[in-house]
Every structure is written in structure tokens, then in C-alpha cells.
């Protein structure tokens, strides 16, 4: 078709379009490979595969935007498509005579079905592709989706500011419009015998049209030409995404969720000596320098950020992969190398976005190509806490107290235990004698007068339910899960020696716990200091003892209307969904499950150290969000049936949760709506359990 | 410049404090840094840092554990530690301050930091019997501490919040109310670095004197009574207020 003029000017332009695609490659490479070693990942080519089987079924997107995931597909499909459509093209241009319209019927021997099939889906995803890229477009620049933006108060690259993503969609948006255009034109002019029924789209454009040589080479020279221009243009783009997506999702996070990466690579490296932490964008891991050209901005993260949510807090995770490739864009296709070494905290994010993370993982858990901000944010705090960067002063008092006494709550060490001397009966020391559970209580269940009656209550269950359990009394430290989050790695190493020393003491078959914090680090983290044990949540413990007739069932809650939250570190962490819902199930409550629930449970606002914290960021808190959301899903029973008089309960199975939601309902004012109690406290109603009123009602002197 | 903060390692009370006789039950408490001397260490630190020179931490070892207070004060800064080998947990603060005093005697300091006081006996003595000892002026209840040439600006704050400036010429003895800025946090992995490679040097106690005084008895406060919760419907709640009321003849 093309002449040889055409012929000699597009192959020139298809040499430099590959030269400058594979030099932006290559630039994207070199600046990957220049993060820190990751944790080893095991089968690699297995892990791709499996990464290449969720793109094609677009598997990850669909977590959250239903609607819009779907579109998203469209797109995708419709570009993979014309991966092979612009191949065809290109032979249609080069070889003379070979034209696939109408079945190919000039071509000798030419298989007239597989063309027509071929013809067909081309043509048809064409209209896909524009349908969906017309949507996009019109989401971001007419509708002016808010899920775009990022608020005032969050750390942005002045380029992205000053709209750098908006043109960017735009460019790529226009060139799909262009290209799709242009080439269901070519083929609309290639149609000189009139409609052809297996190119719909073509042969109503020819019906408009016409046929015409001129045009064919003219739209020909639009849809292709682009192309030699877009690819390269792609490499220096956010649309990296195209490419950098399935490799990021084939090299994700294969450990635990709940293990955190170590401070310092485990890798030792020849004449390299790592300092903890990242205080540079290159001091993180190449998987996580990785994730900022996989990003598209689609800002997914930052829909379920507990904190992004609250107004007045600036972080944003997606604000944070976008800083991190405009930051590697500007020094490696720019010439701003020199602010590769500022401080991410001025040039990804604010210290203040830093400190108000809650590390609740659904940031992570929510992304469709596997990127880990929330490990970036731990990384930088923990090279904040070894530079001296002045820390608020809440947690300042929590990591010193954890330091000296073992609890962040400034008690003295004998005291943790005392609870349990106050107890009807002897609960067993098991660094002195052997038992079967080792029962780790954590700081908030052994020392904070909220929750003590839920710990007590727990120990009279465990009790009744003849389980053979103890406690470490004054040898049991905190378990270091928050520590660690915060980003004081040495003390979290303090803490896990001196609990390793304890249950070096201590003679158990598992460890339960109450708290799910100490559950996620005892279970996922303590295996790597040598702590292989079996780890176990209360709940699971208090089911089993439930399931094995153990502990009976006398009375059926069913005056209580509940729904449940799912706390970070149990549920979306370590998958720990069902036991606490069986356990509902058994009690014959009424149960109604919040919007937001299971993995996409949002989080109470105290993880990751955020209970320390002095100074809280002005707006509604994450918790009120929450309660609201549960006393909404009340309501929508109760309109269904006016009538409704059940007690509604807001059931926890986390001590934290306990203070925090306890508090959301005083401060949000709904006192009398809606009431926070422990699941234990419930099984203890419902199985029989009095709390001793005389051993109560008189408090010893403190 | 050759700065001092004498510091104190007294019994916590972040547990039940032990009494046994008619003193702390030394075996069964743990000992801590005066919070006072974490001020002091600060604002010691802030000097240094402004001004340049060697910051030298000085303690008595009561219960032979100063070590992990020596290396904390390092990791925040300190350059120098030095401790007096006491090992008497009941040292009172006459006693303190002199063997304190014969060992910062050789260190030609310029300014010596002590905290205004350590909970353990609330007299406040180590720092004016420093200076008593080593015939520097003394101010104390001292809230910031700027040092120029060989004078140096001391800020004071008074009850109801009146401030006071003092320019004091070196050398002199520093009372530490609260440092300028509040202390620093050390990260374990540093204050372990620290306590691997860091030196203590050990100083014999020398000197005696005492403060004359000899405790005669002390006990925990005696509880006195506590709150009754009286339970029931209101009706009933009442009736038994009004039944206590009459049974105390106040009604």
C-alpha cells in the first residue's frame, strides 16, 4: 500500500521510536536497580505467571470501583487487541497487495473465517476502546471526579500541581481517540466493494464516507504515526503503568502480610553498609523504588486510608507514589539528579503524613499492581527515629517507658499481673509451671482500667472452660507489634529478646492472645528472631472451647442486635474472619455486617503507634466515621421494621478497639444508640458467667 | 568549654514502692534516672551544641546498674561518663553531693548541670552543695541556659509564671528545672551501639560527711476508708441514703 518514500520515512521513524523507547527502558531499569535488595523472592517465573493470569482476568481491580474496574477492563482488552491490530497494520502498509477486508478476498488462500473473526474483533474492541477511554476522560475532566484530586494539606510534586497527571491522562486519552479513530477510518476507506458485515463500525463510517485511496494512506499515517510518537512517550509517563504493573504485580510482597520488611537488608552486599530506614528515595527496597512506575494514580489507596480520610491529616498514599516517579522523572529524564538526595520527607512526603499513618495494610491490601506505601512510611520513620528528627511526645513517652519498663503505659513491671492476684481463683505463673496455653496478655488488657473487666472475663471463661492456660506476669514485656510499626526497630529487637528470654522460661504447647497486635508480630514476626510457635487469637481459643461443649451456651442473645469490626491486625492481616462470626452465629444474636467489612474493614485509628500519639489531627476521627457507619447499618433495618426495640451492640475483639470505639461513641453523641462491648463479654452472658460482685465492687487502694 | 551534669539513680515509682524497716526495700525496686537530671542532660547537650566542647555525665553507682543511665546520657550526646562507685543504695544527698564533688574537682568545668531536685528525698541539696564544695555560684529551678564567652543567660521561672533573666559569669552550678527544649529521644539501637563500645570511668568514693539526719519511720499512707457503691433502682438508692444519713446522725 505504502509507496516507497512512505515505506523508507516510516521505517526511519519506527528505528528512532525504538531507540528512544528502549533508552527510557533502559533509564527506568537502571533506576530501579539502584534500590536497596529486597527480601528474597522465591519463584520468580511462577509468581510472574501468576501475575500475567490476574492482569488478564483483571483480577486485582476489581477490590474496590466495581463499575469503573469494569471499564478499566474494556480498555485493557481493547489495547491488548491492538497490540496485534497495529502489527496487522503495519503489514497492511509494508507488503503490497495484503489487505484484510472483506475476508481477505484479494490475498490467495487466505483463511476467510480466521480473518473475519479477526476483522470483527478488531473492530468491535475498537468501539470498546473508545467507549472507555471517552468515559475516562470525561470522569476526570468533566466530571472532576474528586477521587483524583488530593486535598490542600498533602505533600505534591509542584509538577503534579501545576496538573502534570491531568495532562498526561489527556495526551494518552487524545492519542487513543486519534489512533482508534484513524484506524477505523483506514479501514472505512479500504471499502470500495461497500459494507462488509464483519466490520460494523467500518462500514457505517464507509456508508458515510465513501472509499478512498488518499484517505487510507492519510489515516493510515495519523493511526500509526502516533504510535511511533506514543510508545517512547509512555516510558516517561505514568502510563510506565502499561508496562511496570504486571512485572510490579509478579514481584510483589511474598511474605506475611504482617511481617514488615527488615531495616537493614538481610543481604549483605561487598563493601555496603546500610544505614536503617530510608532517608533517600534509593535507600528504599527496588521492589518498592519499582511501584512508582507501576502506579497509574488511580488513587484506590487513598479512597480506604483511615487518615486520608480524616480531613485534617495530609497523607495520602497514591500522593506518595506519584511524588516518588516525578521525583525518579525529573532526575533521570531530567536534570534534576542533585534531589535525588533530599529527604523523601520534603520530596515525597510530609513528616506530618509520615506520623499519621495507621499501618492498617489496606492501602497495600487495596492496590491492583502489589505496591507497599505503607512499608515506604515505616521505612522513613525509622530512619527519622536514628537521625534524631524530634518525635511527638506522646510517643516519646510510650517507646521510653517501653524501654524501661516493658509496657508503654509508665508502669512498673510487677504490677502487670496484678489483675490476676485480684482473680477468685489462682491464675498459673507459666514461667514457674507448665501449661498448656500460654496466655499473652498484652499492655492495654493487663494494665488499662477500661479493659481489665473484659481480661478478667476472659480468664473466668478460660477457667470454666478447663483450659490449662497461664501468664507471664512481670516477665511478659509488650510484643513490640506497634514498636516496630513506628519505626524504633532496636527497641523492637529489645522487646522480642526479653519476651524470647520469658518463653525460654515457660513451658506451653501455643500462645493465645488478646490483643491482635501481639498476635500478628508473635505469629508472622517472632519466627525470624527464632519464636516458632503456634499463635493463636482469643476468639479461636474461646470457639474451640465452645465447639468441644466445654463452655455451654445457656442463653441466646437474641435481644441484641450487633454488627462487628474487624480489626486490622486479626482480619485483614492475618485472614482471622470467621472465628469471631461463628462465635456471634453460636450466641443467637441478630448480626448485620457493616458495608466495610472483612478485608476492606476500616481501621479504628490506633494502629501503628497512632494510640500515642499526643497530638491528634483536627476533623472526625476514623472511629466516628465508623460508629456512624454501623449505626447506619442498624438503620436500615430499623426502617424496614419501625417497631424494633433490640439492644444495639457494637461487638470488638480488640482492646484498643475497646477504648477507641468506647470514646467515638461519647464524642460522636450517641450514647444510649449504640453500646461497644467485647465478644467476651457477650459469650460470658450467654454462657453464664457472674462477675463476682463483692471482689468488684470494692476497689483495692492504688 | 568543659561542661558536668551530676546526675541521681533513685528508686522508681512506676511500681508500689517497697518499704522494709524504716526504709525502701532497696533488693525489691527498680532504680531510674531523677527525671529532673533528663533535663539537665538535655539542656547540657543544647550547650554543648551550641557553643562546642565536652559534655562529662557524673553519677554514683547506688546499686551497681548506672551503667545503662551512663549509656543512655552517651546516646544522647554525652561524650564523657564517669561513675563513683558507691554502691550504697541509702547514700543520702550530703553524702552524694561530696563524693560528687571530689570527683568533678579534677575536671576544670565551666558549667556544672544538676537537676533541681530528684524525688527520692525533694531537698534539692546536690547542687548547692556542689557549689558550696566547689566555690561556684549556684542557681537554681532554671528553665533555659545560653552560654556566651565565659558568662552565660539564665532563665528562671517563678510561681505564678513571672520569668527572671540572670547573667551569671562561669564557672558556675546550674539547678535544672526543665531544659529549653524538651528532651531527646535515643534510639535503642544507638544506646546499644553505645553500651558495646563506650568506656565508664570508675571513680573510688571519697570523702564523708552526712546529712545528720536519721529517718525513724516510713510506711505506705493508710488507707482510711473507701467509696460503697450502693446499688438498686433509684427508689432504693434513695431509701438507703436516707437510712445512711439517719445512721450517722446527720439527718
Known sequence: ?702 | MNIVVAIKHIPSIADDLPVSGNTVDFDSVDFVLNEFDEQSIEQAVLVKEAVGGTVTVVGVDMIGELDAVLHLALAKGADKAVKITGDDPAADSHTQAKWLSEAIKGMSADIIFAGVQASNDLDGQIGPMLAAYLDMPYIGGVSSVEVAGDSATVNKEFAGGVGAKYEVSLPMVVGVQASVKPPRYAPVSKVRQVAQTATIEKVAPSGEVSSGLTMKKMAPPVVTGHAEMIEGSSKEVAAKIVELLKSKGLA
Open chain 1, 1 to 702: 500500500m505504502l509507496t516507497l518514500v512512505e515505506k523508507i520515512i516510516f521505517i526511519l521513524l519506527a528505528i528512532t521510536a525504538a531507540g528512544f523507547t528502549f533508552h527510557g527502558f533502559k533509564v527506568i531499569i537502571d533506576s530501579i536497580r539502584k534500590g536497596r535488595p529486597a527480601p528474597e523472592l522465591k519463584d520468580v517465573p511462577g509468581s510472574l505467571v501468576k501475575a500475567a493470569i490476574a492482569v488478564l482476568f483483571q483480577q486485582t481491580i476489581f477490590k474496590a470501583r466495581k463499575v469503573l474496574s469494569a471499564i478499566h477492563m474494556g480498555l485493557f482488552f481493547g489495547l491488548i487487541t491492538y497490540a496485534v491490530v497495529n502489527l496487522v497494520d503495519v503489514l497492511e502498509g509494508l507488503v503490497p497487495g495484503f489487505e484484510l477486508v472483506y475476508g481477505g478476498k484479494h490475498l490467495p488462500n487466505a483463511p476467510t473465517g480466521l480473518i473475519n473473526a479477526f476483522n470483527l474483533i478488531a473492530d468491535v474492541m475498537s468501539g470498546f476502546l473508545l467507549i472507555a477511554i471517552i468515559v475516562f476522560l470525561v470522569r476526570r475532566f468533566i466530571l472532576k471526579d474528586k477521587a483524583l484530586e488530593y486535598r490542600d494539606n498533602v505533600l505534591l510534586n509542584p509538577k503534579v500541581k501545576a496538573g502534570g497527571q491531568a495532562r498526561d491522562s489527556l495526551t494518552v486519552g487524545v492519542f487513543v481517540i486519534m489512533h482508534v479513530g484513524a484506524r477505523l477510518m483506514s479501514q472505512a476507506y479500504r471499502l470500495d466493494a461497500g459494507a462488509d458485515p464483519f466490520m460494523p463500525i467500518a462500514s457505517f463510517l464507509n456508508s458515510m464516507f465513501g472509499a478512498s485511496e488518499v484517505g487510507v494512506h492519510v489515516a493510515w499515517w495519523i493511526s500509526l504515526g502516533w504510535v511511533m510518537f506514543i510508545i517512547p512517550y509512555l516510558s516517561r509517563s505514568k502510563h510506565t503503568h502499561f508496562f511496570m504493573s504486571p512485572i510490579n504485580l509478579g514481584l510483589a510482597k511474598q511474605n506475611p502480610r504482617g511481617q514488615l520488611d527488615p531495616a537493614i537488608p538481610l543481604k549483605v552486599i561487598e563493601g555496603q553498609k546500610f544505614d536503617p530506614g530510608a532517608k533517600q528515595i534509593y535507600d528504599l527496597a527496588w521492589t518498592r523504588v519499582m511501584d512508582a512506575y507501576a502506579c497509574v494514580q488511580c488513587n484506590r489507596c487513598q479512597d480506604v486510608c483511615p487518615m486520608n480520610f480524616a480531613e485534617g491529616a495530609p497523607l495520602s498514599p497514591s500522593a506518595l507514589e506519584v511524588n516518588k516517579r516525578y521525583l525518579l522523572k525529573e532526575a533521570t529524564f531530567g536534570s534534576h539528579a542533585d534531589r535525588l538526595l533530599l529527604p523523601l520527607t520534603e520530596t515525597v512526603i510530609s513528616p506530618e503524613a509520615v506520623w499519621s499513618c495507621t499501618t492498617c495494610y489496606a492501602c497495600v491490601r487495596v492496590c491492583p499492581v502489589g505496591n507497599e506505601p505503607m512499608a515506604d512510611i515505616v521505612d522513613i520513620r525509622r530512619r527519622m527515629l536514628i537521625d534524631g528528627y524530634e518525635i511527638d511526645s506522646g510517643v516519646q513517652n510510650a517507646l521510653q517507658s517501653l524501654a524501661t519498663n516493658g509496657n508503654w503505659m509508665s508502669k512498673g513491671k510487677r504490677l502487670r499481673g496484678r489483675w490476676a492476684k485480684e482473680m477468685e481463683f489462682p491464675v498459673k505463673n507459666a514461667t514457674e509451671e507448665p501449661v498448656e496455653y500460654l496466655w499473652f496478655v498484652g499492655d492495654t488488657a493487663s494494665f488499662d482500667e477500661r479493659v481489665i473487666p473484659n481480661t478478667k472475663m476472659v480468664a473466668r471463661l478460660f477457667n470454666q472452660g478447663g483450659l490449662d492456660f497461664g501468664i507471664m506476669y512481670q516477665n511478659e514485656s509488650n510484643s513490640g507489634n506497634d514498636v516496630r510499626r513506628v519505626g524504633e526497630e532496636g527497641l523492637f529487637e529489645q522487646l522480642v529478646e526479653q519476651n524470647m528470654a520469658a518463653f525460654g522460661k515457660a513451658q506451653f504447647k501455643q500462645i493465645v492472645t488478646t490483643d491482635p497486635h501481639s498476635f500478628n508480630t508473635l505469629k508472622n514476626e517472632y519466627p525470624q528472631f527464632g519464636g516458632k510457635f503456634e499463635v493463636k487469637h482469643y476468639t479461636v481459643t474461646l470457639l474451640k472451647l465452645i465447639e468441644e461443649g466445654k463452655l455451654t451456651i445457656k442463653n441466646k442473645l437474641s435481644n441484641y442486635k450487633v454488627t462487628f469490626h474487624d480489626p486490622c491486625y486479626l482480619g485483614r492481616y492475618n485472614g482471622g474472619f470467621t472465628a469471631p462470626r461463628k462465635l456471634l452465629e453460636l450466641l443467637g444474636v441478630e448480626f448485620v455486617e457493616m458495608p466495610r467489612n472483612c478485608e476492606n474493614s476500616f481501621c479504628c485509628g490506633a494502629g501503628g503507634g497512632q494510640i500515642w500519639m499526643g497530638k491528634v489531627a483536627p476533623g472526625e476521627r476514623p472511629a466516628e466515621n465508623r460508629i456512624k457507619e454501623a449505626l447506619t447499618t442498624f438503620e436500615v433495618g430499623r426502617i424496614a421494621n419501625p417497631t424494633y426495640q433490640k439492644t444495639q451492640l457494637f461487638i470488638v475483639t480488640c482492646p484498643k478497639d475497646m477504648i477507641m470505639y468506647s470514646d467515638a461513641v461519647k464524642t460522636t453523641g450517641n450514647e444510649g444508640k449504640i453500646e461497644v462491648r467485647d465478644i467476651i463479654q457477650l459469650v460470658a452472658e450467654a454462657v453464664g458467667v457472674e462477675e463476682p460482685k463483692v471482689a468488684e465492687a470494692v476497689p483495692s487502694p492504688a
